[in-house]
């Protein structure tokens, strides 16, 4: 494609020349409409105007004067580009900080009043059923009971505040009853009364409270053997039961204290001290004290026990009454237990040990023992299903006061001594099949050395025996054991008025020296259910069931050719019940019922229970 330059040439004179009439006439327009106000401005452009047009015109040349009608064609062929793009920022820089002046804006409301006949309605608020409120008491109360086999139980129990920290509290235990139980020779009465005394306060940082109790127990050993004055003629035998006086009490004067701290690295201490005799001259004085520390160690608590575990004694005769002076028994064990745990995802492990150093202060015999402390558990199932396992092992303190609170037939003669629990290998599953209802299953299996067992005394019809000598009391033997046991237990709360439970465990014995684990059962089950019937009755029951167990007991006056084989104790099944009615928020009325089955059996060999009880009472809350 060509172009003219002469043509170009007079087209571009042309353009230059209209554009300045144009502009001389725009400016003489606004002349006329300004002249009134602006007259100097005006003369101004013109004048301007006017030179513009004279260079304009000027620059044109003269219309006659010719270059020539030269063609020039220009060809270039069409090469397109793209040009590089700018980038515009998404957030562009302002710099116009000072350009506009900020304007101060000020709102004003024209308010006026708008006639209106419109009422609202007044809501009702819908109307809630409200209970009365139960009066709460300062947990003082006082129960009082009566049954057959004449049994009295009575509790009294008060508390008071002293100030904004202090409190006091006392509590008042009996339970008795006059006997009666068929088919026993002996007097089977029996007497236990309590009474504790407690100070303490809270603080913010720490609590303390000391505790001061009296218990006294009156039992009798009633347990005379079947066979018992089978050698001696009926009169013989009649005198010699009627010379058997079977009571014999204990005392128990205590003293206890224990602080707790909310911080530092001191924990806690619990403390205890208490004498325990009986009317044989017996005497027991037993020291306990168990400080807890924790420290943080690399992120890490590591939580350490200490113990010290005092006990000595003596008893005034040996079975044989041969001895000529008393026997004397005392041990020191001093114990530290250090222990930490470490947490990770679904894993929790404890990891720690414990080391004893036990003295037979009688004997100068001392040793150190050392034990496993370490427990592990695993969510394989969140809270539904955890899996634990563990191994433990400890020294047990052993006591006359420990045994006979398991065993109130025991003669006043005992051989004590620690046990040595080595190890607990154990394993279980534990968690809930619903929100409501947990579970427990566990296996173990132990190892104990110098495991304590009740077994029953060889007896001699001999009238210058001692009360106990007649085969109406029982020993503690000591043998090496190993224990499989399988234990597992349910839990449901079907509301806040139903619960129920079951549980059982399953044991095998095997021993080194005894050829039984005497008294020990190798099947326990038991179950329990609560109902609140209604707002004003309530009920419950318990039963639970105990296997065979084995003892022996043999009369020294016979000469047995084969000697006697150990005594099937027979399993035995026991159901009881209670009921209980709020007369008022104060006054409760109860009804309960032991041994329903009316089942004669025997917990110690030769020892039968009362058979079917029933005790009517009442509970009344007060303040003062």
């Known amino acids: 494609m060509g172009i003219s330059l002469v043509q170009s040439h007079q087209n571009i004179k042309k353009i230059i020349v209209g554009r300045s009439i144009l502009l001389f006439s725009s400016l003489r327009y606004n002349k006329i409409k300004q002249t009134k106000y602006m007259n100097f401005n005006c003369q101004n452009k013109i004048t301007v105007a006017l030179l513009l047009v004279a260079f304009q015109i000027s620059f044109a040349q003269k219309k006659e004067e010719t270059i020539g009608s030269e063609v020039v064609n220009v060809v270039k062929p069409y090469t397109p580009t793209i040009s590089d793009a700018f980038k515009i920022k998404e957030t562009p820089n302002l710099d116009d900080d000072g350009n506009t002046k900020k304007e101060t804006i000020r709102y004003t409301i024209f308010s006026f009043p708008v006639a209106s006949t419109f009422t609202p309605s007044k809501g009702k608020a819908e109307g809630v059923d409200k209970t009365k409120k139960e009066r709460l008491f300062n ?73 001061l109790g009296y218990q006294n127990q009156i039992y009798n050993w009633y347990g005379l053997p079947e066979s018992f004055g089978n050698t001696l003629t009926p009169n013989d035998r009649s005198i010699l039961v009627a010379g058997i006086d079977p009571q014999h009490s204990y005392s128990t004067l205590s003293a206890g204290a224990k602080v707790e701290f909310n911080e530092g690295f001191f924990k806690e201490t619990t403390m205890k001290f208490s004498r325990f005799t009986d009317n044989f001259k017996s005497a027991e004085n037993r020291f306990y004290i168990k400080p807890s520390l924790q420290f943080n160690v690399m992120d890490q608590f590591i939580k350490t026990n200490i113990v010290v575990d005092y006990v000595a004694g003596s008893f005034e005769k040996n079975y044989q009454n041969t001895n000529t002076q008393p026997l004397k028994y005392g041990y020191t064990n001093l114990g530290l237990a250090p222990s930490f745990v470490v947490l990770k995802n679904d894993w929790t492990l404890n990891l720690g040990a414990s080391i004893f150093y036990s003295m037979d202060n009688q004997n100068s015999s001392n040793k150190v023992y050392v034990y496993p402390n370490i427990n592990a558990s695993y969510k394989v199932v969140g809270d539904l299903m955890i899996f634990y396992a563990g191994a433990e092992g400890s020294l047990a303190q052993n006591s006359y006061q420990d045994f006979a609170n398991e065993n109130v037939f025991l003669s006043p003669t005992l051989n004590i001594a620690p046990t040595d629990k080595q190890y607990d290998v154990f394993a279980g599953l534990k968690g809930k099949l619903a929100s409501n209802v947990s579970y427990n299953i566990k296996g173990s299996y132990e190892l104990e050395k110098n495991k304590a067992l009740f077994k029953s005394n060889d007896y001699t019809e001999n009238s210058n025996n001692q009360d106990y000598g007649f085969g109406n009391s029982m020993q503690v033997v000591y043998d090496d054991m190993k224990t499989l046991r399988f234990s597992g237990d349910l839990k449901a709360s079907f509301s806040d008025d139903v619960t129920f439970g079951i549980g059982g465990v399953f044991s095998n014995y095997t021993n080194a020296f005894q050829p039984e684990a005497w008294n020990l059962p190798t099947m326990k089950l038991n179950s329990s259910l609560d109902v609140v019937l209604t707002e004003k009755w309530y009920a419950g029951a318990t039963v639970f069931y105990v296997g065979e167990r084995k003892d022996l007991k043999i009369n020294s006056d016979i000469i047995y050719i084969i000697p006697p084989a150990p005594v099937t104790l027979k399993s035995y099944f026991d159901a009881n019940a209670h009921v209980g009615y709020k007369y008022n928020s104060q006054l409760t009325g109860f009804v309960r019922a032991n041994n329903i089955a009316n089942q004669s059996y025997q917990k110690w060999l030769n020892y039968p229970v009362q058979a079917f009880q029933i005790v009517l009472g009442a509970n009344y809350k007060f303040d003062f």
Do not use: C, P
Request: no cysteine; proline share 0%.
């Open 139 to 211: 947990n003082n109360y006082a129960t009082l009971g009566f049954g057959n086999y004449r049994v009295l139980n009575g509790e009294l129990f008060v508390n008071q505040e002293l100030g904004t920290n202090d409190y006091v509290a006392g509590i008042f235990r009996h339970l008795s009853s006059q006997g009666g139980i068929s088919g026993v020779e002996l007097d089977d009465r029996f007497y236990d009364t309590s009474l504790g005394l407690t100070y303490g306060a809270n603080y913010n940082n720490m609590s303390w409270n000391f505790d």
